[in-house]
């Protein structure tokens, strides 16, 4: 949005110079910057209209949440395309919901039956939505987009800062199980920071690979290669996904370097006494090296406590599940291949070494990841090894197991993951959140035992749509820390029940789960960093990234909205500055947008890798093969204050919303040109542009359009095939340059404004 100017650009640039030849080459760049969508008029706001903000697929469910701070209802919504705001379909609000969260009544408006690809918004009352696609690509790119989060997590090289970092991890700890004693140094560099913050989990590192090595199995085609495979630009053969989840294996490797060795974690909490780059990573009084803990079944040091430590079993079977499948997936690098078999058989001895949970150490504060649950973990391992091609002298050492046997017998030990249905639980208690075993079991059976295990799959669906049918939101995941990364695990539950059983009963419940990730929920905004890039997503989250370098971590996805009491009782969350969502704020449940809040606005990195496999999934149900990442997601969407960075993405300049320079790695000028009251020099400018064979675009007001002295130049600009757009109809001033985000006009008065620009 920009302030009115009483000359334009044409009539500028011909004062410069009086050489039409001369004039070409000083033209670099002109913005004109219209803005097609504004947060809210005037006056106060009680009604709002929540979407998915990165649209709907034609033939996809498509609802969205009216939702109003009054006790009133709406009778009917209407569908309008956003270029000519006409109504093109009308339906029935259908019933109340009630209250909800800061809201005193809410409707879900379906409008699934309309087909017709285009921009539109919603309508209903006073509300209005913000503007959306109905498109088959609208998830195209996305899984690529959430590579780029990885990307910048990762340790030892990281290619976003085109520099190395914790190059000297570790010393060991807890080793005396296996007679190494503590300090003993152990080369584990590499793998991914866990949450914007430095320290490395096996156990989420771990579910991170697998969903990265699952969604190149199953969903290949809409992963490109735009990079090499140490994450800078490049093209290697190989599409991005296979090298980020390497990347993710040849650590977990580090982590379990022989069959008696194998660690859980590398650093602790001490890791919080400050925000700085990972570089300068020196708070365990050893300089710059790190600990890496053993994993020896017992409890081990949580400050003044101990974790409740039980035995082996849940870290090493998702080492096994890993290494099983990237066997399969590595099938052709035999030397690799063969390495990753060994480590899954020996990953699975050491889960058998005392059966029991592994939990995470922590050295100042109360909080771990507590993780209750090891059952699904051997379920998921005795299922990926089934399927592993095992040398000689390994099928004679493991013909004592049954491996599909095994893994029916876990399945039946947690049918269903116990937060499934539950009001709360404690952080990572029932960890992963989904129990991936099922899915792989069932693919492997028939009969009776595959319908059971599908079965397992389907009363914890069940669970959830019991508590989700009360609200206008289908809202049945609990609010606990991280419900965002619950949230995705229940998409892709969903997803798999349909994938086994061809069901489709719970597709508006599992697409509302996905539909609030991208902004159907209070807030009315994505969880997830940049995505979709001129929506409304978090600008600052807790990330020692944003907020000391203001580098962005496109594609985070963040924790997510926690309890009212949950976020109340949480130590050291302080708020820096106003919150823009206080509005829709509430007792039940809070989300900031603010790098003060840990709980709600923390991007994790498994949680990220979750989400890429679901995107994936909803990507290739599209049936397109081949995105094109560069016209959805810009390479370069990297701040929200005009800057760039050069490296994994920075190619486009965005500055508050709008590109204002294009690729540079292509050599190409964009000529732009508007016009309001004056003229002169009209001739000289498309002279120049034909001697020089080039193309412009010309912006002009409804007061350019409307003057007959113009009506000439205008037809020898579309004569030309140039460019002819819109540039306000009266020129109005939209705000003052010094106090950008105040608007001096209502929505009302913009949108008539453009529209009668766009008559003209």
Partial sequence: MIPRRRGIFLHIILKKTNQPGDMMKKVFYCLIIVPFFLASAYGQTTSWIRINQLGYPPEAMK?????????IKIDTFKLMDA??????FTAKAGNPFGSYGPFSQTFRLNFTAFQKPGEYYLAAGSARSPQF????DVYQGAADFCLRYLRQQRSGFNPFLNDSCHTHDGYSLYGEMAGIKDSTFFDVTGGWHDASDYLQYSATSANATYHLLAAYRDFSQVFSDTHLANGLPGENKIPDILDEARWGTEWLLKMHPSENVMFNQLADDRDHQGMRIPKEDSFYGRGFERPVYFIDGEPQQRGQFLNDTKGTSSTAAKFSSVFSLGSLIFSKEKTFR??????????????RRKYGVTQTASVRSPYIYAEENWVDDMELAFAAMHNVVLPKKEKEETARYNFLDSAISYASREPVTPWLGADTASHYQWYPFINLGHYELAKLLNGRQRDSVVAFYKKGIELVEAKARHNAFYRGVPFIWCSNNLTVSFAIQCFWYYQLTGDDRFEELAQANIDWLFGANPWGTSMVYGLPSLGDTPTDPHSAFTHLKDYPIDGGLVDGPVYGNIYKNLIGITLYKPDEYADFQSDLVVYHDDYGDYSTNEPTMDGTASLLYLLAAKEASAGIAKPDTSSHFPEGIHSRNGQWKDGDAGQIQIDHGAIVRGDKRKKKLAIIFSGDEFAEGGKEILNALTKEKAAASFFFTGNFYRNPSFKKLIKAIKKRGD???????????????????????TRQAFSRDLENNYDA
């Fill in 338 to 351: 063969d390495t990753l078999t060994a480590r899954a058989l020996s990953a699975l001895n050491f889960s």
């Fill in 133 to 136: 696609k109905i498109n088959a």
């Fill in 723 to 745: 460019y002819l757009g819109p540039h306000s109809d009266k020129h109005l001033l939209y705000c003052y340059w010094k106090n950008r985000d105040s608007l001096l006009v």
């Fill in 63 to 71: 609802v969205a949440v009216w939702c109003s701070k009054e006790d």
């Fill in 83 to 88: 270029m000519t705001s006409k109504c093109v």
